[in-house]
């Protein structure tokens, strides 16, 4: 080769943007953090393409499909999650779906993560597996897979492609759990007077002023009802436990808690038995409000 | 009278606004994990290093721009020992140099402008003069920051 040519030649390989290649089904990625759980799915994209049946001759029916292509579709959650009602400790799995008929499928999650598509699993130790019911919908004409609804304790991984949808629930580890044991709760329940707090220790007039706040016990927490109520649709709070007599307030939307407030800690006075009030302190522990037990 | 649609967050911005306008520190609004994204600040507590002393606590002549701050570095200064043993949780306890909580409280540390150091050093500072042993106090703070 004539020098210039070689030259011209190098040139041509060096513009070229470094891994760039057409694939017929192209990688992608998503993820969705919940709650400080972090959940990726890794998968490449097959297109229908003209194809009119998928499911059924594509891929035929008792087949050990990854939804995907190429290198199996991986699903990552770096803490435990429940998936579909079924634990998944944290880690990496292949992910599988055995495909018995249009309605009767199999979800699989291999923990040998790193696998050709046609290095098709069978059934082994190391695997959560169970039943799944996919749904028509689409048509999708390019697999995809996303979080379409998120929670503040979970969401929805949807699966879509051709004329079949799989939704599978999921929910994650709670970074605060609201429950709290029924003997630390007891000394808690009761009825509190509030009082608003300036900086300087004086009484704010205008914040909730003559308010009152109602503790219970259900359902293996603690509930308070604000009256006037704090912020937001509902009168309600969870008491977080942080410790023994500390709490911090969960804020609930549709029944489910929507926020927690850390900025604040509500401390509790015990003395034999029963809370004689709270504190709440701020984020600098500063005094922002007192709670007064009232009959 | 506060208003219904008012957000938590806002209403706290709000009143943070109006207690602290005009000191111009205005910055230490925000917290020290958000500011060095918000990295978790787990790991266990340190050894108090023995004969720690408060030396090297910005002196309160050098709070003149942070005078909500000055609290908390009385509390460095009187309980160095108690803070030396205390590993803060706003996610600073990873920069180079750091010991302990009481580093924020020295030199350049960001306790001047992170509430987070600020009221771990008060929190201490409170449960120390009500009794509470280096444990208690340490177990307190990680309920309420950690």
């Known amino acids: ?295 | 009278m506060l208003s219904t649609h008012m957000t938590r967050r806002g209403f706290l911005a709000g009143c943070a606004a109006v207690l602290l306008a005009p000191a111009p520190a205005r910055r230490s609004h925000a917290r020290c994990t958000q500011s060095m994204g918000g990295h978790p600040a787990a790991g266990p507590h340190p050894t108090p290093r023995p004969g720690i002393d408060a030396s090297k606590v910005v002196p309160a002549a050098g709070l003149a721009d942070a005078p909500e701050a000055l609290p908390a570095f009385e509390a460095a200064r009187r309980i160095p020992q108690i803070l030396d043993g205390i590993r803060c949780h706003c996610g600073c306890a990873e920069r180079e140099g750091f010991y302990s909580l009481l580093s924020c409280f020295e030199g350049d540390g960001m306790a001047r402008m992170c509430l987070v150091c600020q009221g771990q050093a008060r929190l201490a500072d409170r449960l120390e003069k009500s009794g509470r042993s280096l444990d208690e106090i340490r177990t307190a703070i990680d309920a309420r920051y950690g």
């Open chain 1, 1 to 295: 080769m004539r020098p210039a040519a070689f030259a011209s030649l190098v040139l041509l390989l060096a513009a070229a943007p470094a891994g760039a290649q057409i694939r017929a089904s192209e990688r992608a990625r998503v993820s969705q953090v919940v709650d400080g759980t972090t959940i990726t799915i890794d998968f490449a994209r097959p297109r229908v393409r003209g194809r009119p049946v998928i499911f059924g001759r594509a891929v035929h029916w008792g087949e050990v499909w990854t939804p995907g292509a190429n290198m199996a579709t991986t699903l990552e959650t770096d803490r435990d999650v429940v998936l579909d009602g079924h634990a998944v400790p944290k880690g990496k799995y292949s992910v599988w779906m055995v495909v018995d008929s249009a309605s009767r499928w199999t979800m699989v999650l291999d923990s040998v993560w790193q696998q050709y598509h046609e290095e098709r699993p069978p059934a082994r130790a190391g695997q959560i597996r169970w039943p799944i019911a996919p749904a028509s919908g689409g048509p999708t004409e390019t697999l995809t897979w996303s979080f379409p609804d998120v929670t503040a304790t979970g969401g929805t991984i949807r699966m879509a492609w051709a004329d079949r949808v799989v939704q599978l629930p999921f929910r994650v580890t709670p970074t605060y759990p609201v429950t709290t044991a029924r003997a630390e709760a007891a000394p808690i329940l009761g009825r509190y007077a509030v009082t608003w707090l300036r900086q300087d220790g004086s009484v704010e007039p205008t914040w909730w002023p003559g308010q009152t706040v109602e503790v219970t016990y259900e359902d293996g927490a603690l509930l308070a009802r604000w009256a006037p109520k704090l912020w937001g649709p509902d009168p309600r709070t969870y008491l977080i436990r942080r410790s023994p007599t500390w709490y911090m307030l969960g804020f609930l939307e549709r029944g489910e808690v929507a926020d927690v407030f850390t900025e604040w800690v509500f401390e509790f006075d015990v003395a034999g038995g029963a809370a004689r009030g709270f504190e709440v302190r701020g984020e600098r522990d500063l005094l922002w409000g007192r709670g007064v037990r009232v009959p």
